[in-house]
């Protein structure tokens, strides 16, 4: 009987701590994707061993990046700014091609380390990637014929019918426009290389794009006027995208953004475009 009693109470000790939950070594809270060692390797030890950083660019938003069709060379101030990142982890950038609707379903996706050329920091965008410490801030701003400067000034002044407004497919400027515009006609036209050429030749009236490519664009062509680029309709901010969840990779992107930002370096780049 005593036999039988101990072993009825050892098997109801075993069933209690089955029961038990697990105990878990992730800090509480569940905040924060998991750190990259936890699951692959992080980016910061892979992109030094291939010695390779791949970059996905757009290659179509000047100053910050330029695809030249004919030579297939990219040139602007985040393109300078991804040689020197990948210089100091002991690479050289190769850039892999996207557009503002699949970046970063490209960066999601492992097909680059890092997505640059003039990307704005949105909450949407944030959801599925990390975005470094920033480069600059910025926001929308119209771009329009000089002999029509004083017509569109305003968001109202361009919200009328009869207004032609143009944009690019799948970024933010067509977002800012379809949310801010009820009656002005918007049209999309697919090549961002070309489309301030559709406001040259009268066939759309106004862009709302970032001021610093207002201010790049107004400087190589005469004909156009940047509207108050320092007072913009909205608030944004340029940084690099990441892939979410590594944190090591990000905290040395960040730290080498801090250092660029504050030592010239960006500064200089960016001076060699727009000034």
């Given amino acids: 009987m005593k036999r039988a009693a101990t072993l009825s109470a050892l098997a109801c000790l075993l069933a209690v701590t089955a ?7 992730a800090p509480a809270g569940g905040g924060g994707a998991a750190p990259a060692a936890a699951g ?12 390779v950083l791949r970059v996905c660019t757009t290659g179509d938003y ?6 030249d069709p004919k030579t297939g060379t990219y040139s602007g101030v985040d393109i300078k700014m991804a ?16 557009t503002w609707a699949k970046l970063v379903g490209d960066l999601s996706a492992g097909r680059c380390d890092i997505a640059m050329g003039g990307v704005s920091v949105t909450l949407p965008r944030a959801r599925s990637v990390y975005f470094s410490e920033p480069t600059r801030t910025d926001g929308k701003t119209p771009i329009v014929r000089c002999a029509d400067k004083d017509k569109y000034q305003t968001l109202q002044q361009i919200d009328r019918p009869g207004t032609k407004v143009v944009v690019n497919p799948g970024g933010t400027n067509e977002e800012f426009a379809r949310a801010h515009l009820k009656q002005a006609a918007i049209t999309v036209h697919p090549d961002n290389t070309t489309i301030f050429d559709e406001i040259i030749a009268g066939r759309a009236d106004v862009m709302m794009t970032d001021a610093s490519e207002t201010r790049y664009q107004a400087k190589i062509h005469p004909e156009l006027c940047s509207l108050h680029p320092d007072k913009p309709f909205s608030f944004s901010e340029k940084a690099y995208a990441l ?19 504050h030592d010239g370096t960006y500064r200089k780049y960016e001076d060699a475009w727009m000034k």
């Fill in 40 to 51: 692959k390797a992080s980016a910061l030890d892979t992109i030094p061993r291939r010695g």
């Fill in 243 to 261: 892939p979410r969840g590594d944190n090591e990779f990000k905290a040395y992107v960040d730290q080498w953004v801090h250092l660029a930002t």
């Fill in 62 to 67: 000047r100053p910050f990046s330029h695809l």
């Fill in 83 to 98: 040689e020197d990142l990948a210089k100091s982890l002991d690479a050289r950038p190769r850039y892999v091609a996207t």
């Fill in 19 to 25: 029961a038990a939950p697990a105990v878990s070594d």
